[in-house]
């Protein structure tokens, strides 16, 4: 009964995280990309495909090349008729929690906050960005993320003074309150983990590997969680 218990307060915990982070994307017109694309072949010691293979780069200035390839490590890359790099990215329908919207409801909304947006027949959908664009949506993303980590702190559910992390929302060193990791604790390691699959869908340098370092308020190392199989 007390493990169902500790399930269902960490079930209700990521919950607010994807809520919080989907709704922040709706607001701001924003998508991230349901799979992505991964960083290289190192696994198998192929190099990464160019993705920049097959397109008419003719012309480009040394900027817009640049922005073409740094958004290249998001997702697919086009050019607009003007020359301008984009990226799409993909919400799902799953990550997004709304089936109301229309085609129409996004055109309406296109300009500011992306180019266009395309609305799938299973409710996901797919945005055209700007480097700026995508900057915006990285950067509300990251903020939203924060919130989230800061409310693992502020909370109940968990023991936690301080939450350190990388760029990539990769690396967590995870501070405790006391000297022991409980079930919570314990638990707590799939909302790092789900914090981190958010962040990397928007990154452009996609961490491979997450890891969350618990520390005992005296600084001492309790445990170590990563995704990397051992």
């Known amino acids: 009964m007390v493990i169902l218990m500790q399930i269902k307060k960490w079930t209700n915990s990521v919950n607010v995280i994807l809520g919080s982070v989907f709704l922040v994307l709706l607001l701001a017109g924003c998508g991230a990309s ?27 200035s040394e900027d817009a090349l640049a922005d073409l390839t740094y958004l290249a ?19 799902s329908s799953g990550m997004v929690g709304d089936e109301t919207q229309s085609q129409e409801d996004l055109d309406a909304r296109a300009g500011e906050n992306y180019i ?11 945005y055209q960005l700007t480097r700026p664009q995508y900057e915006t949506m990285r950067s509300v993303i990251a903020e939203s993320l924060e919130r989230s980590l800061e409310g693992m702190i502020t909370g109940k559910n ?3 003074s301080e939450i350190r992390h990388d760029d990539h929302f990769a690396v967590f060193d995870v501070t405790l309150s ?13 909302s790092f983990y789900n914090i981190a699959g958010i962040y990397r869908i928007f990154d452009n340098d996609k961490a491979d590997t997450y890891v969350v370092h618990f520390y005992s308020s005296e600084g001492k190392l309790l445990d170590t969680a990563s995704t990397k199989a051992e």
């Open 116 to 126: 266009r947006a395309t609305l799938g027949d299973d409710y996901s959908i797919t």
């Open 158 to 160: 968990y023991n936690f």
């Open 73 to 91: 490590g998001v997702g697919p890359v086009g050019l607009t008729e003007d020359g301008t790099p984009t990226v799409l990215v993909t919400v």
């Open 34 to 60: 349901g799979s992505s694309a991964p960083a290289s072949d190192a696994a198998s010691g192929t190099p990464a495909a160019d993705p920049l293979a097959g397109m008419d780069t003719t012309g480009l």
């Open 178 to 190: 006391g000297k022991r990791i409980d079930v919570n604790e314990t638990l707590s390691v799939l």
